[in-house]
């Protein structure tokens, strides 16, 4: 299976994103980083602690778990839910500039959802969307605002992003996906919505 | 009361998994639940508790979804414990309690529930008098059903926010020393945590009234006695049961002053336990008669705690059943 994106690759994508963060937004002040559940939230820290060695200021960080506002949930009459995890956003996003962090862009089913449980927590000023690897093939009107890599992949691929955090290891991969998988990615609640 | 454990430190089940579920679709004994389903259920209720601190304790996850919540024996806080969970998941809720329901006029369960059964809700969540009567509504109803005690049998979702709440506190059960006092006999409560808690590996004390003790109650593995003192000592927990008067047809105890003399907990009883205990109650408090005023107010007390978990359990249970697969040959 293809590696895309070596460990070297990715942190050098990442303070590239946090120096586009910073020019964009001038002030750091008024953002926050909020990571979706699950590799959203370790590239999020990433990007905190680059916004800090580049201005020299904390960006309160948190994560955030969509399970519960996934479009696909309860559609499927079988199949075991979700896991849920915890979302943890230990600040007041009102009046905030979000910058919602997230591994691949697909779909933009994610995105939506996260977009829903956000303006649960508040109404932030502006949210921004950022991701490691856009892949294509949207399904929804969804754009990132600042993109590490985009990845034209076929629908028969799929994209997965490991962080040592999680996987123990940095890269992105891409596989090709055989026709059982596919039938297992359609019929249950697999990440169709990354 | 000591500071809740790191999280890291609890035992979760594999923390890679995307999707896990329950087998059944409904949660009538806490005896059809595996060590693993317990702690899914656990696990998705730490997630589900943060729901309560937002501003809007609401998420669209059960939205469309009708819960009835068949009521036919007196109930707040289970009820409205329910209803609180059913609401922050925005599921449709339905309340049919004793007093305003048909079965006043006559009306049996089973017509009852097949009425309910024609306006189509996914989940009916019954408290009942009769032991067993949701195993009957399972064989009429397609919709999954939640025990909310059902007699003296069980009340399964009780005895998973009480061991969530322990969890919270101790991190794990392996070799703690849960002491449970009170009224044995009419207690769901206390056989759904027996089941519960032997299965978890907590060691398990019961203590009452020689009255209040059933026949062959070791048969769950715990070990029973009279004597508070011998429950108490060194006791991590110490639950206490509600001495249940309206069950009661005929003479446990003298009276409820000796009651309280004997078995009562008091500060000073508490004083045998370890330093770190706490006193659980499943409400509603007889105070002065299980537990002294200056217990259940008092600093090991995690009363209150019980009854925040028990909306964060129940969100659990409704979101887990909610996804598993509807017979469809029953109807």
């Given at each position: 299976m293809p590696v895309v994106m070596e460990a070297d690759r990715i942190g050098r994508t990442l303070t590239r994103i946090a120096h586009e963060v910073v020019e964009r937004n001038r002030r750091v002040d008024g953002i926050a980083l909020v990571g979706i559940r699950r590799r959203g939230v370790p590239i999020a820290q990433r990007l905190a602690r680059s916004l800090l060695e580049i201005t020299g200021r904390e960006v309160p960080t948190g994560a955030l778990d969509i399970t519960l506002y996934r479009d696909d949930l309860m559609r499927h009459p079988v199949g075991p839910q979700p896991v849920l995890r915890r979302t943890e956003i230990?600040?007041?996003?009102?009046e905030r500039r979000i910058l919602l962090v997230d591994d691949v862009l697909y779909t933009g089913r994610t995105i939506r959802a996260a977009l829903d449980a956000l303006i649960d927590f508040g109404r932030p000023r502006s949210i921004q969307l950022v991701v490691l690897v856009d892949r294509g093939h949207r399904e929804l009107p969804v754009k990132a605002d600042y993109v590490g890599k985009n990845l034209p992949t076929s629908l028969r691929e799929s994209v997965q992003v490991r962080l040592t955090e999680q996987d123990g290891v940095d890269e992105v991969v891409v596989d090709v996906v055989t026709d059982e998988s596919v039938a297992v990615a359609e019929g249950g609640h697999r990440e169709r919505t990354t | 009361m000591s500071a809740p454990p790191e999280a890291s430190d609890v035992v979760r089940v594999a923390?890679?998994?995307a999707t896990a579920g329950l087998r059944s679709k409904h949660l009538l004994s806490v005896e059809d639940l595996s060590p693993e389903e317990v702690l899914l259920i656990f696990d998705t209720a730490e997630a589900m508790k943060e729901i309560g601190t937002r501003r809007i304790k609401k998420v669209p996850t059960l939205r469309g979804k009708t819960v009835v919540n068949l009521f036919l024996e007196p109930s707040t806080r289970t009820r409205t414990s329910f209803e609180i969970a059913e609401k922050r998941l925005s599921a449709d809720t339905l309340n049919v309690a004793a007093g305003t329901s048909s079965m006043v006029k006559g009306e049996t369960l089973i017509d009852t529930a097949r009425n309910l059964e024609a306006m189509a809700p996914d989940i009916i969540v019954v408290r009942h008098g009769a032991s067993g009567a949701c195993h009957l509504l399972v064989d009429v109803c397609s919709a999954g059903v939640i025990n909310a005690g059902d007699g003296m049998h069980e009340h399964p979702t009780q005895a998973l926010l009480d061991a969530f709440t322990i969890r919270e506190r101790k991190t794990q059960f392996e070799g703690l020393k849960v002491a449970i006092i009170g009224d044995l006999v009419h207690s769901r409560v206390l056989r759904s945590n027996m089941l519960l808690l032997k299965v978890l590996g907590a060691d398990v004390w019961v203590c009452g009234p020689q009255t209040l003790i059933p026949v062959g109650i070791e048969r769950f593995g715990v070990r029973a006695t009279t004597s508070v003192d011998t429950a108490v000592t060194d006791a991590d927990v110490v639950m206490l049961l509600r001495v249940q008067f309206e069950r009661m047809h005929g003479h446990f105890f003298p009276s409820l002053r000796e009651y309280f003399t004997v078995f009562g907990m008091t500060a000073e009883r508490m004083q045998r336990a370890k330093p770190d205990a706490i006193i659980m109650h499943p409400g509603p408090i007889n105070r002065g008669v299980e537990v002294s005023s200056e217990v259940a107010d008092g600093p090991f007390s995690v009363i209150l705690a019980q009854v925040a978990n028990g909306v964060a359990i129940r969100m659990a249970v409704l979101y887990l059943l909610a996804g598993v697969e509807t017979d469809e040959e029953m109807s």
């Open positions: 230990p600040f007041s996003i009102d | 923390p890679d998994e």
